[in-house]
């Protein structure tokens, strides 16, 4: 267990905070488990309620975890509805319904030198590749490709993905522990290929959005490099800037 005395470090609230990480990332508390209450909390790190909750709220403007009215504060999970699209932002102009998923691949690969540079890997060490589709409207939308360190997924074959019904992030929590917590993103204008045209159905030399996601677990660690080419046609991506 992470030691319950903040160190003089920070203000105290973020000496809390960063406790409270700490214990996430030992998994001491588990996507979608409660938190102890503030008042249990203030007394195992020996600070008032007040200080507490200002760490909560540092934690819940992270979404690492969320408040429910009445119910308390949840370790946040990509199993939740309204979690499971968190990062990716490609918005139906027609406000369609959600994406389907088809799975072309999913393979031991080795890391190419990005792959191995950008999850903080040596050249070559083993990642599993995965590709897919998503749809809407019965149409391709976008082409997927993703690597994982196969030490922090190992076992993950295209057999367990086609089993989960629900989104990818959600299995990485539920089977292999580990949950993505925030991502960077590279946004670029490509042309398509001969093969991102064929899979996505469109003309080649096609303008798609590239959108490169580095995706971190607790402790500002990379696990997931994932490349996606989507098609705009009918859809937008949507930020929000605060």
Known sequence: MPSTKPRPSAPLYEQIRQLIVAALAAGEWRPGDALPSEAALAERFGASPGTVRRALDEL????????????????????????????????????????????????????????????????????????????????PVVLDELWLPERHFEGLTADVIQNHPGALYALFESRFGVHMVRAEE????????????????????????????????????????????????ADHYRNELN
């Open 60 to 139: 819940t403007a992270e979404h690492l975890v969320e408040r429910r009215q009445g119910s308390g504060t949840f370790v946040s999970t990509h199993a939740a509805p309204r979690q499971q699209f968190r990062f990716l932002r490609l918005v139906a102009d027609d406000e369609a319904g959600s994406f389907s998923r088809e799975l072309l691949g999913c393979r031991r690969v080795r890391a190419a030198a990005e792959v191995a540079r950008a999850l903080g890997l040596r050249t070559a060490e083993p990642v599993i590749e995965v590709r897919r589709l998503l749809h809407r409207r019965d149409r």
């Open 186 to 233: 590279k946004l670029r204008a490509v042309a398509a290929t001969p093969e991102a045209a064929r899979l996505l159905q469109v003309p080649e030399g096609e303008p798609l959005l590239s959108v490169e996601r580095l995706a971190y677990t607790y402790g500002d660690r990379p696990v997931e490099l994932r490349r996606g080419l989507y098609h705009t046609l």
